[in-house]
């Protein structure tokens, strides 16, 4: 680990030196610009209807119910010193306190969000009367719903709603005779003759507290770590629990790009975030201040002295004693796609920053049921709604134990979880079951004689179904009706378990029947007749044209005068014919060649130039007129001929294939009048067409 002297930056043009923030020193002190402020105004606006400002009126609720829970707790544990006999003048004195922490405590938490709250009593009250006695008095307030405790957790919590508001109380006992209502917890020496769960359930207000610290504006970086978070959301990569990254990690991240841009505003700082991260080079450890030892004994991360550091993929570390790695569950998997939407952003933010495109780009939710050819599907079921919602949430918490089974299988690239789970679908459960499911992207490895090797994912699927219903049962959670199964299906199978619009693509889905229709009608039309003899039946045609027409041949003139408009976009130069005999009046009466079709091809190439759904129709087209205009006579108008009954037919089968609402979106466009009338009528024929 490297750390960095601290120094003190000059702002531009001999100012006042500015604080320094972070290990490094900042990269750029430019102050921000006029447009810079108008991003972030549009960043703000392209936000809202996702839901990420909270009202007045719902901020006023917020503090309201917590003014309360705070006088509950100080009347809790008052109750508590009297039973255990403490005199009266201590009672009155003894206080309690309760703390927020996580994304209520940071200023960006979003409409209908739960509050992540710590409650800090004196050292003569227990844990155990915390989930006891605190525990039966919530129960009998009348505004507290949905209450239960997790006291064997990791972190033991007691959740419930206050009037609405959900919250998640810990619980923490200081060694200190009494709660004063100044109380800082930032201090290290408060972490002295404590337990290790009373350190966990205080290191959360402590880490947030230090970040908000660490920042140099906190206005700025609340609005970019909103924009970060949500980004996070809509691409499907936060869940600390899933291998991602969770809140706190994000916080930490986006802390730290302020500090490398300490004056810019949030739109600068969501490009310089993409920026940064994009070029990280993983798994050096992101720092926002240099590591402190308080002699405290306290395990922190440290790869020099603790080898299982070492193996960390993407550390991120926080402030706060005891340091440690708040993203210890990243995988390979999660670290590449992380890496990749980091690159995504920074492409998007670039072209925003250019006036090329808007701020809901950037919150574009990915394709993930289009990405991938193979996919894991998980489904957890129970047999009544309380079972399953238990169930659900011991299987997601190992579904990370899955990713990493498949991780290690040597025929497997990479394994995507979606964070996000479904409901199961009525033909995949029971009438009376609770389903839900979880979809993991697979990436095999490119095999040499693939088809000869059979890839076996028994085995990494039953070892993550026994160490979920192993540890089911060891926290004596199991109970009939409770399933977990997972099924290795590919990509035209998902239409199975999802609804239609989550499987399709969004974009250009039924708009590729007339590109590959159109485009492969014109290269076999042009190959064929270019670069062989015509064979029989188009001889045949040939004489049936010669005896409708009669007459001796003459040659078909395609000069300037009738294609003068009809520029190659891509080199802007008209199509002519490269010979140079006098050119002859473009459709005598004697051709032999019917003038429609002609003038169909003629007309099919401006459509094609001007229409934008159909793009890769426009280059065989281009080659075929080429071929039409050097070629002789005879051939020209066998590729006339024959490729205006081939658009024709390709018409009508990509007009059934496009949706309604196509042919009504711009009434004046040429293509439209054809798709109609070939729509409207499937034997119309070439002269009516033309």
Known sequence: MHFFPKRTDTMPGGQQPQKHYGITSAISLAPPREIDRQYTKKLCDAMKPFGVFEDEEEL????????????????????????????????????????????????????????????????????????????EKLKQHEEIKDLRAVEDAFVPVIKFKFDGIEIDLLFA???????????????DSILRNLDIRCIRSLNGCRVTDEILYLVPNKENFRLTLRAIKLWAKRRGIYSNM??????????????????????????????????????????????????????LNLPVWDPRVNPSDRYHLMPII?????????????????????????????????????????????????????????????????????????WIGLVESKIRVLVGNLERNEYITLAHVNPQS??????????????????????????????SVNIDLTYDIQSFT????????????????????????????????????????????????LQHISTSLCICLCLFTSFSKSPPFLQSIAELNR??????????????????????TDSGTPFSSPTSKPSKPA??????????????????????????CIPRCSVPLYVFFFFMVTLDEEKAQIHIVMLSKCFLSALYFAASALPSNFLWRAPQHPVQHLLLKTRACPSLSLAQVS
């Not at 969501?270 to 070029?279: D, G, I, R």
Request: charged share 25%; aromatic share 12%; hydrophobic share 35%.
């Open 173 to 187: 006992r200081l060694a200190l005779q009494s709660i004063p209502d100044n109380l800082d917890l930032r201090g």
């Open 466 to 513: 026994d160490t979920v219903y192993r540890q089911a049962n060891n926290i004596n959670m199991l109970k009939d009706g409770m399933k977990i199964e997972a099924t290795h299906v590919k990509k035209k199978q998902l239409h199975q378990y999802l609804p239609p619009e989550l499987v399709q693509k969004k974009k250009r889905v039924r708009y590729l029947a």
């Open 242 to 295: 899933l291998g991602f990254l969770g809140g706190v990690s994000w916080a930490m991240l986006v802390a730290r790009t302020c500090q490398l841009y300490p004056n810019a505003v949030a739109a600068t700082l969501v490009h310089k975030f993409f920026l940064v991260f994009s070029k990280w080079e993983w798994p050096n450890p992101v720092l926002l201040k240099q590591p402190e030892d308080s002699n």
């Open 422 to 451: 479904f409901p199961g679908s009525k033909e995949n459960r029971n009438e009376n079951d609770f389903v839900s499911m979880w979809f993991i992207g697979i990436i095999f490895k490119k095999v040499e004689n693939a088809e």
């Open 60 to 135: 006023n609720h917020r503090l309201a119910v917590l003014g309360k829970l705070n006088n509950f707790v100080k009347e809790w544990i008052a109750e508590i010193s009297e039973l255990k006999n403490l005199p009266p003048s201590a009672i009155s004195c003894v206080g309690g306190k309760i703390f927020t922490f996580g994304s209520y405590r940071l200023g960006v938490h979003t409409k209908g969000a739960d509050i992540d709250a710590l409650c800090v009593a004196p050292r003569h009250v227990e844990r155990s009367d915390f989930f006891q006695s605190f525990f």
């Open 547 to 568: 005896s409708s027409n009669g007459g001796s041949s003459k040659r078909i003139s395609l000069d300037s005068s009738h294609l003068d408009s009809s520029r190659d």
């Open 587 to 612: 459709f005598d009466t004697d051709d032999r060649c019917d003038k429609r079709h002609l003038v169909l091809c003629v007309y099919f190439y401006r459509c094609v130039k001007c229409i934008s």
């Open 318 to 390: 926080t402030p706060a004693y005891p340091q440690q790695n708040s993203t210890y569950n990243v995988s390979t998997s999660t670290r590449t796609i992380m890496s990749e939407e980091f690159k995504y952003g920074l492409s998007v933010t670039d072209e925003i920053l250019q006036g090329k495109a808007e701020w809901s780009k950037l919150f574009e939710p990915p394709s993930f049921f289009q990405k991938y050819k193979h996919y894991i599907v998980l489904t957890a079921s129970a047999s009544t709604e309380e079972n399953h919602l238990e």
